[in-house]
């Protein structure tokens, strides 16, 4: 069954520093999305992507934050300089189209210290 | 802004036993979905149901149904035959029908399952 892949599953950074989180959408989906959750909390919606662009994005999603879809298969979270508060689950969410089942990956734990 | 509201941090059943998890959601949209995710300590996110909230009849996924009260804004998960393998936080989904159809999402519920 196909399924979202996500790469690290863990990554430890030092405050300031820029990560990049990947995920691997299912393969004929055309809606992407990044949620978070920091330990013991909700899931919070970050951003969606369609089309090559940003379709919405909430208010945690500041310009240290960005997007890519680089090759038409990876999509990216790139946090320009991280800071202690961004340290959380970051889940990668993908759907053939609006309104279906959101098909979640593993999830990246990241710590900033 | 829509909202998603579950109010029992906590529940507990007996193996093989019924419980019920309550959400209740705000919105001024008519047209809608809304979820139940299972979170394991795995804590990947997986779907365990989804109501359309055009349609009256209330979704059922083998052991798992739903009450779907739209007016009430109410929308409530029950457990059959509970299983062991049940226990995870159960997450409360709302998404908007248009524009990106992000989900809004509980705090959660734990669910113990005593054998």
């Known amino acids: 069954e196909p399924e979202v892949t996500q790469t690290p599953s863990h990554q430890v950074t030092q405050m300031g520093q820029e990560v990049i989180l990947r995920c691997v959408p299912i393969?004929?989906?055309?809606?992407f999305y990044w949620y978070r959750q920091i330990l013991g909390q909700k899931v919070e919606f970050l951003v969606s992507?369609?089309?090559?662009?940003?379709?919405?994005k909430s208010e945690i999603f500041d310009d240290q934050f960005s997007v890519e879809r680089p090759d038409g298969s990876n999509f990216t979270l790139k946090i320009r300089s991280t800071k202690l508060e961004d340290s959380a689950m970051y889940f990668c969410?993908?759907?053939?189209?609006?309104?279906?089942?959101?098909?979640f990956g593993p999830g990246t734990r990241l710590t900033v210290t | 802004a829509q909202t998603v509201t579950q109010s029992q941090p906590e529940m507990s059943v007996q193996e093989a036993e019924t419980v019920t998890l309550s959400c209740t959601y705000d919105?001024?949209?008519?047209?809608?979905?809304l979820f139940w995710y299972k979170q394991p300590p795995s804590r990947q996110m997986i779907l365990v149901i989804r109501?359309?909230?055009?349609?009256?009849q209330n979704a059922t996924e083998n052991r798992f149904s739903v009450n779907f009260q739209k007016a009430a804004k109410s929308f409530s998960l029950k457990i059959s035959d509970s299983q062991l393998g049940d226990a995870a936080m159960y997450f409360c989904?709302?998404?908007?029908?248009?524009?990106?159809?992000?989900?809004?999402f509980g705090k959660g519920t734990k669910l113990t399952v005593n054998p």
């Open positions: 969410a993908s759907t053939a189209w609006r309104g279906d089942e959101q098909y």
């Open positions: 393969s004929n989906h055309l809606y």
């Open positions: 992507f369609y089309n090559n662009e940003i379709s919405e």
């Open positions: 919105t001024s949209e008519s047209d809608y979905y």
């Open positions: 109501q359309e909230a055009y349609k009256q």
């Open positions: 989904a709302y998404s908007n029908q248009g524009g990106s159809e992000k989900l809004v």
